[in-house]
RNA sequence: GUGCCCGUAGCUCAGCUGGAUAGAGCAAUAGCCUUCUAAGCUAUAGGUCGAUGGUUCGAAUCCAUCCGGGCAUACCA
């Protein structure tokens, strides 16, 4: 509707000589001003040396609108072109939205492919609740993009190589250790979470006291990542995450693609030694050169990390997306860099940065830190609200502001929590369904055919019918942006425009059976957005609560 | 110090490709259940959009400076 607005003012333009011009066509706040309008005149008023309402008369005057899209057209306030979209329109819309399998499916993309990299956490301990919003943001961010046809590959990379999985083998032999010996020292920046111990105990109940004295410490890493990995892997299953590839560091030392990108920059001499170490070349854009390779010949997470992306891009695809807290900040930008200068595109490589999250129990707040024994898991937050309620809290708000979670909130089983008013406007409509199947024996002959569409005139019903037919555009909007939140705002509009519906307007009506049927068919175009809509989020659609 | 993010109602936050009277949820106050789920609806109250300048027909939105908070600034990842 919107392209047909702007194509028609267009041909008005062209029709009077004025100039072309980018403008924008939106929803006004106001209903009194119409459906959509238009600040095309407002805009070209410098350059015509015109009043604007002048001009936005001389469009109208020029504009030639089919009746049967637009019920009227007028100019408002400083020089808005205001128009009202017909019934009609809205009322095909519905239509439109009852025979179709997945309304609001886009295939903008169809025929791509996208690539998500998320959670990524090392296997060194299991997730805790700050890692939640990741997880939950990259799993709505996905569903989207497979929503307007991309074909999603679901990616995890994990360091397996490097000093934190070092330091993981000598904690868990240090417990282990200390179950025959509790004066063996435990190293002094190790992991000092239970689930070490916990680990050390499953060693010692299957090896006893075998590996006492032992200085296998790859036994002890590749026993704790695959603990540590099970524990993941089962939470994320909480979520229905299934991450399709899981990528691991030593695979890019294995297929040589580390040595080769070491290469590269000693070639185009964008790096040197010194002090023992390897240096990357930063060109002035950061405040110094970083090193690649340590003194000790073992690369940062710099070199794997370079080698990984600019393997994600060789995989050709058409989108590929990293997401990070903001304390990852400046590490994925060394990398981007890293890997321009190795002389690859990295147009298609779009990185989220989500802010960082502090937890609330009442009055209390606190923040996740993996040095202290006192850890908040996400586990332990999933038992605490809910699989909904942690889905909804992490991506209902912005990723780029801090996020406040309250927890007391979220496990609020009332009218307190913003999950529910989502889902009891889903579950209120299977009520409704439900009753005019069990009990109105007469509507279930009608068909879409007998639906009269003159029947829907009330204000509430409207709004709904015009709410809906956004649902497309704000898919693509949300899809555009990468911002799951976006359309969780729809959604609730959509939530409480049904609520209004609903108690204003009674559904089931005996002496009504038309009435009725029409009715129900808004409650079942509503459900079925609405259960579109809470799939992409990644919440449930319950039937009853 | 430098870079990035944030500062909007008592609290948590939407709104930001400039647009018409700044929105929602929670908290507060007052109403609505013999009728499809009251986890709902209705109404009232609540604001110098951090501050100051600028850009223009028009600024919460863009620019500059300043103030406050977070994150980063490792031969950890």
Not at 526 to 539: A, D, P, R, Y
Request: glycine letters at 6%.
């Amino acid at each position: 509707m919107k392209e047909y607005i702007r194509l028609e003012i267009l041909k008005a333009l062209k029709k009077l000589d004025y100039p072309e011009k980018e403008f924008i066509i939106d929803e006004p706040k106001d209903k009194k001003f119409g459906d959509l309008s238009a600040n095309i005149a407002m805009l070209l008023s410098k350059e015509l040396k015109n009043n604007p309402r002048e001009i936005a008369k001389n469009i109208l005057d020029n504009l030639e609108m089919d009746s049967h899209k637009i019920s009227k057209a007028d100019i408002a306030g400083p020089g808005f072109l205001n128009f009202f979209v017909s019934d009609n329109y809205f009322k095909n819309e519905l239509l439109y939205i009852l025979g179709s399998e997945d309304y609001g499916k886009l295939n903008t993309n169809y025929g791509k492919t996208a690539n998500i990299e998320w959670v990524s956490a090392n296997p060194t301990g299991p997730l805790h609740a700050g890692h939640g919003r990741q997880v939950c943001l990259g799993k709505a961010i996905a569903n989207l993009l497979e929503w307007t046809g991309y074909k999603v590959t679901r990616e995890y990379y994990y360091n397996d190589a490097g000093n934190q999985m070092n330091n993981l083998a000598k904690s868990i032999r240090a417990r282990y250790e200390q179950i025959f010996n509790p004066d063996f020292p435990f190293p002094q920046d190790g992991y000092v979470g239970e689930y070490i111990k916990e680990i050390a105990n499953k060693i010692a109940d299957e090896f006893k006291d075998k590996l006492v004295n032992s200085s296998d410490l790859e036994f002890f890493k590749n026993f704790g990542e695959k603990e540590n990995f099970n524990k993941i892997i089962k939470t994320l299953e909480k979520f229905g995450i299934v991450h399709d590839i899981f990528y691991n560091e030593t695979s890019l030392y294995k297929n040589g693609n580390i040595d080769e990108l070491k290469n590269i920059f000693k070639e185009k001499n964008l790096s040197y030694e010194n002090e023992g170490a390897v240096w990357l070349k930063m060109s002035g854009k950061f405040e110094k050169d970083k090193v690649i390779v340590k003194a000790t010949g073992e690369p940062t997470y710099r070199l794997p990390d370079m080698a990984y992306h600019i393997d994600k891009i060789k995989r050709k695809f058409d989108l590929i997306i990293d997401i990070f807290g903001s304390d990852h900040f400046d590490t994925y930008k060394e990398v981007l860099f890293g890997v321009q200068s190795a002389g690859f595109d990295t147009d298609k490589i779009k990185v989220i940065i989500h802010q960082m999250v502090t937890f609330k129990k009442g009055n209390e707040s606190f923040k996740m830190s993996k040095r202290s024994d006192n850890v908040y898991y996400l586990d332990d937050l999933i038992d605490d609200v809910g699989i909904d309620a942690t889905q909804f809290f992490f991506i209902m708000r912005s990723a780029n502001t801090h996020l406040d979670f309250d927890v007391e909130l979220a496990k609020e089983q009332s009218d307190k929590n913003p999950v529910y008013y989502l889902q009891y406007a889903y579950a209120r409509i299977c009520g409704i369904l439900r009753n005019a199947e069990e009990n109105f024996e007469s509507f279930k002959k009608f068909k879409l055919e007998d639906l009269n569409l003159d029947l829907i005139k009330d204000e509430y019903e409207m709004n709904l019918l015009k709410l809906l037919s956004r649902f497309p555009e704000e898919i693509e909007d949300t899809a555009k942006t990468l911002e799951p939140h976006r359309l969780i705002s729809y959604l609730n509009i959509v939530a409480e425009s049904f609520h209004i519906f609903y108690h204003n307007n009674r559904v089931l009506d005996l002496e009504n059976p038309s009435l009725s049927f029409a009715r129900l068919c808004i409650c079942k175009a509503v459900q079925k957005i609405l259960n579109s809509g809470f799939t992409i989020i990644g919440i449930k659609s319950p039937e009853r609560m």
